[in-house]
């Protein structure tokens, strides 16, 4: 799907934050409660330790900030604000207009859940918002999992943490920097990965594996495809950090070296909508990206969705 109509505005990210909470959870702590170890979480997983604690309104606020400030956006111009959260902290109201309001926004605001792909998801429809005449756009991915998190599971317990990423996203002469891009949800899977309101996630975890490289695989061809690049001409990949084992096979798969990819996860753990932000923060803090490379974004997640997105850093003019 070609990624902007010709005649309609681009968009380009101007700034970024992250956030996480104080509290770190080892997999040393962790040996102390549940039937584990350090080697297998880490051979496993890539998983050393992961951030729990705090909100989804306070870690998005606090990413939320960070990326206005560094745009140099005034609050007061930002059109609107879009919260991609499967763990917002009411079921009524969304995060997103509290976290406006704490950010001193005047915007609409709303909340996107397509699990860990959801950041991609709020990104690929804020720049239809920019195509449609929106100007400025704060996009936050943000997810508190431990609170839905059964800590006596060795089998997601280990996996599951708190993160939040943003962006500013702003209006731009030109077609931008999204190149291409591609959402997909298969709901039939529902069974493999879910939370029950006031429940803790059930999860199946060698199906979903099964399940996740080939739809990360899917999704990264078609925004290729739709984007008409290559996997050589790729510079930087930002994967959803759920497994270093799931992002090293889709990787393999797509012809990508593993050392064009953000990795966070053995400090993060799985922060679902705040992994692909934080991960991208943490490439472009660490000056791993720069003006004129192609970046893939790429994601799957529970419904089970997957999401990817391919930006020419700094937009096309
Ligand atoms: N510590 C030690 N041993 C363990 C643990 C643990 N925490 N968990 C399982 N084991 C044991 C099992 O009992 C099994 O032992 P056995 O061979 O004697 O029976 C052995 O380790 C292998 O177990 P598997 O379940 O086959 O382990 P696997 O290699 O599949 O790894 C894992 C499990 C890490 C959960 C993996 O399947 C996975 O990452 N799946 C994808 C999960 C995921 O990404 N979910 C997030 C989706 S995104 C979202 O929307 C939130």
């Given at each position: 799907?070609?990624?902007?109509?010709?005649?309609?505005?681009?968009?380009?990210?101007?700034g970024w934050g992250s956030a996480v909470p104080d509290t770190v959870v080892t997999?040393?702590?962790?040996?102390?409660?549940?039937?584990?170890?350090?080697?297998?979480?880490?051979?496993?997983?890539?998983?050393?330790?992961?951030?729990?604690?705090?909100?989804?309104?306070?870690?998005?606020?606090?990413?939320?900030?960070?990326?206005?400030?560094?745009?140099?956006?005034?609050?007061?111009?930002?059109?609107?604000?879009?919260?991609?959260?499967?763990?917002?902290?009411?079921?009524?109201?969304?995060s997103s207009p509290v976290v406006q309001d704490q950010l001193g926004l005047s915007?609409?605001?709303?909340?996107?859940?397509?699990?860990?792909?959801?950041?991609?998801?709020?990104?690929?429809?804020?720049?239809?918002?920019?195509?449609?005449g929106a100007e400025k756009l704060l996009v936050i991915g943000t997810d508190t999992?431990?609170?839905?998190?059964?800590?006596?599971?060795?089998?997601?317990?280990?996996?599951?943490?708190?993160?939040?990423?943003?962006?500013?996203?702003?209006?731009?002469?030109?077609?931008?920097?999204?190149?291409?891009?591609?959402?997909?949800?298969?709901?039939?899977?529902?069974?493999?990965?879910?939370?029950?309101?006031?429940?803790?996630?059930?999860?199946?975890?060698?199906?979903?594996?099964?399940?996740?490289?080939?739809?990360?695989?899917?999704?990264?061809?078609?925004?290729?495809?739709?984007?008409?690049?290559?996997?050589?001409?790729?510079?930087?990949?930002?994967?959803?950090?759920?497994?270093?084992?799931?992002?090293?096979?889709?990787?393999?798969?797509?012809?990508?070296?593993?050392?064009?990819?953000?990795?966070?996860?053995?400090?993060?753990?799985?922060?679902?909508?705040?992994?692909?932000?934080?991960?991208?923060?943490?490439?472009?803090?660490?000056?791993?990206?720069?003006?004129?490379?192609?970046?893939?974004?790429?994601?799957?997640?529970?419904?089970?969705?997957?999401?990817?997105?391919?930006?020419?850093?700094?937009?096309?003019?």
């Amino acid at each position: 799907m070609p990624a902007i109509r010709p005649g309609a505005h681009g968009a380009v990210i101007t700034g970024w934050g992250s956030a996480v909470p104080d509290t770190v959870v080892t997999n040393a702590d962790l040996e102390k409660t549940i039937d584990t170890n350090d080697e297998w979480i880490t051979s496993r997983t890539g998983i050393k330790e992961r951030r729990v604690g705090g909100t989804t309104v306070g870690l998005s606020v606090e990413s939320g900030r960070q990326a206005l400030e560094r745009s140099g956006v005034d609050p007061a111009a930002i059109d609107g604000l879009i919260l991609a959260t499967t763990t917002p902290d009411r079921v009524v109201p969304a995060s997103s207009p509290v976290v406006q309001d704490q950010l001193g926004l005047s915007c609409g605001a709303f909340d996107v859940n397509a699990a860990c792909s959801g950041f991609v998801y709020a990104l690929v429809t804020a720049h239809g918002l920019i195509a449609m005449g929106a100007e400025k756009l704060l996009v936050i991915g943000t997810d508190t999992l431990a609170r839905i998190t059964d800590w006596t599971d060795r089998g997601t317990a280990p996996l599951f943490a708190d993160g939040s990423g943003a962006v500013v996203l702003e209006a731009t002469e030109g077609p931008g920097q999204l190149l291409g891009w591609d959402l997909d949800a298969d709901g039939s899977a529902e069974k493999f990965l879910y939370c029950d309101v006031g429940g803790l996630i059930m999860m199946d975890g060698k199906e979903v594996f099964r399940r996740a490289v080939r739809i990360m695989v899917d999704s990264a061809t078609k925004s290729m495809q739709h984007a008409g690049v290559t996997a050589e001409e790729i510079s930087h990949v930002v994967p959803h950090q759920a497994n270093i084992r799931i992002i090293s096979a889709a990787c393999d798969r797509l012809g990508i070296p593993l050392e064009k990819a953000s990795l966070t996860i053995h400090r993060t753990g799985n922060t679902s909508s705040g992994s692909i932000p934080l991960a991208l923060a943490d490439s472009l803090d660490n000056s791993k990206i720069a003006p004129g490379d192609l970046v893939l974004l790429v994601g799957f997640g529970a419904g089970m969705t997957a999401a990817s997105a391919i930006l020419r850093w700094g937009g096309v003019s």
